[in-house]
Structures are given as C-alpha cells and as structure tokens.
T-cell receptor, first 117, second 115 residues
Framework: GAVVSQHPSWVICKSGTSVKIECRSL??????MFWYRQFPKQSLMLMAT?????????EQGVEKDKFLINHASLTLSTLTVTSAHPEDSSFYIC?????????????FGDGTRLSIL | AQTVTQSQPEMSVQEAETVTLSCTYD???????LFWYKQPPSRQMILVIR??????QNATENRFSVNFQKAAKSFSLKISDSQLGDAAMYFC????????????FGAGTQVVVTP
C-alpha cells in the first residue's frame, strides 16, 4: 500500500513551453502533498506544500507564477512549470503523507526528469 | 530554523562489513522526527528507518540501526553486513512534529559497496 505515482518520468521540451507533472496517490487519500526539486548530486529542496482545495504554500525563493501547483482532489496534485527555460531542467519529486499525524511517513513518487532544450 | 548536516560526501565499505553514516542537526524544537532515506540510481526515495525524538531507544530495522544522541543532536546510521544493493545515496532528514510532514534534508552521503 501507500503508492505514489508520478507522471511523466522523463520529459524533454523546447524552451518557452509549459510542462505539467502529475502526482497521484493510488491507494490512499492525501490531503497534503509536497513538491521537491533535486539538482544532480545534490539534496532535495522543498519547493512547496500542496493542500487539497486551497492554495499551495511556497518556500522562500520559489516563484509562484513559475511553478503553478494545483491540488484539485485528494489523490492528485499537479506541478506546471510555465515558460520553461534550460535553468529549470532538474529532477522533480513529489511526496504524500497518509495523514496529519506526525508519525505518518511520507511516500515518494519516482520523480520526473525535466530537460529543457 | 532547522538544519541537517551530513559531513561525509562518500563512504566506501566492503561487502559483509559495517559502515556508519553521520548526521547532525540543529533545532530548538522538542517534538520532532528523524529519518534516513535511501536513493538508489533509480532515484526513488526509500524510507530506511525512522526515530521519534521522544523515544530513548534507538530504532532498528533489520541490518539498519541508528545511534540517536539527543543531547548531542546526532543521528548516525549503521549498516551492518553490507550488501551490493545497499549502494545508494543516503539522506538524513528532519521533520518537526505537527508540521504535516515537511522534511528538511541533509546533503547526502554516497555509499559505495565493493565486492
């Protein structure tokens, strides 16, 4: 149980296009999901916290208009990289918790490798 | 603000041997949780072990165990009887209690397992 699916796993697109990444909790409801960004050989950096039915909470330094997050249902959160440029190329990972309790671990998706040409 | 420090960029261990990864953290919170995650080349994040700060007993999970020193704010991971499949990047992570699971990660330690 507790499977998080992320799609697509790899996307290559031209500079200036927008890219949408989906994060789904397959067998549980996730009120809160998280979006991370990881550069090669570096750690995961939290970008934003996605809450179902409300606006996402962005970390300092993350552009809200650049990285649009929508959490329309209890099983789906999407991250849209708008007008993507080569510097947006990175590995994006989502995660979801089973519940609000602090003893609930996060479950991660397999990540999306984004390459902007 | 919380910080998590992993001072070892890479550790090498022979198969069947033991390796210990260090992690220190800084926080003023009293209710928090500590984790070790494994990220193999596939890049999927896999939870290895978890420790609640209020528990004095060190967590263990098969070949993986932690040495949690709360006063020193230290949380090291010991991998016993290392296997080739243990080769991965290991991240120490911190989570403040009641914060909906927001994780702060360390820089990571690359574990290399040699036959």
């Amino acid at each position: 149980g507790a499977v998080v699916s992320q799609h697509p796993s790899w996307v290559i697109c031209k500079s200036g296009t927008s890219v949408k990444i989906e994060c789904r909790s397959l067998d549980f409801q996730a009120t809160t999901m998280f979006w991370y960004r990881q550069f090669p050989k570096q750690s995961l950096m939290l970008m934003a916290t996605s809450n179902e039915g409300s606006k996402a909470t962005y970390e300092q330094g993350v552009e809200k208009d650049k990285f649009l997050i929508n959490h329309a249902s209890l099983t789906l959160s999407t991250l849209t990289v708008t007008s993507a440029h080569p510097e947006d190329s990175s590995f994006y990972i989502c995660s979801a918790s089973l519940g609000q309790g602090s003893n609930q671990p996060q479950h991660f998706g397999d990540g999306t490798r984004l390459s902007i040409l | 603000a919380q910080t998590v420090t992993q001072s070892q960029p890479e550790m090498s261990v022979q198969e069947a041997e033991t390796v210990t990864l260090s992690c220190t953290y800084d926080t003023s919170e009293s209710d928090y949780y500590l984790f070790w995650y494994k990220q193999p080349p596939s890049r999927q994040m896999i939870l290895v072990i978890r420790q609640e700060a209020y528990k004095q007993q060190n967590a263990t999970e098969n070949r993986f165990s932690v040495n949690f020193q709360k006063a020193a704010k230290s949380f090291s991971l010991k991998i016993s009887d290392s296997q080739l499949g243990d080769a991965a990047m290991y991240f120490c992570a911190f989570h403040v209690g009641g914060s909906w699971g927001k994780l702060q990660f360390g820089a990571g330690t690359q574990v290399v397992v040699t036959p």
